[in-house]
């Protein structure tokens, strides 16, 4: 069973930077895969931020996060990272790890970013 595991969360001042983590365990890439980040601000619906596919080298960004945010991966560790750099009051939510491998869908357990001077 594949379990994904955030950390790297925090309160932060506008300006600032947060690296997101995500450990992934029982989990092999011999499968395609697709992993990605959402956040979802209170009051508003999840939406996605990020996501790149095992074969595919190029990685999406949404409108909002574009030239602030980067997605990586280390396979070695089965980790992939958001770097979020000049982060905004508006980039404050509650921020999920996503991997979909065939049919199964797989969300961990959110960490908390907080943008706020």
């Known amino acids: 069973q594949l379990q994904l595991v955030e950390s790297g969360g925090g309160l932060v001042q506008p300006g600032g930077s947060l690296r997101l983590s995500c450990a992934a365990s029982?989990?092999?890439?011999?499968?395609?895969?697709?992993v990605g980040w959402f956040r979802q601000a209170p009051g508003k619906e999840r939406e996605g931020v990020s996501c790149?596919?095992?074969?595919?080298?190029?990685?999406y960004y949404a409108d909002s996060v574009k030239g602030r945010f980067t997605m990586s991966r280390d396979n070695a560790k089965n980790t992939v990272y958001l770097q979020m750099n000049s982060l905004k009051p508006e980039d404050t939510a509650v921020y999920y790890c996503?991997?979909?491998?065939?049919?199964?869908?797989?969300w961990g357990q959110g960490t908390q970013v907080t943008v706020s001077s």
């Open positions: 996503n991997a979909e491998i065939g049919l199964a869908d797989y």
């Open positions: 029982g989990f092999t890439s011999d499968y395609y895969y697709v």
């Open positions: 790149m596919s095992s074969t595919d080298i190029s990685t």
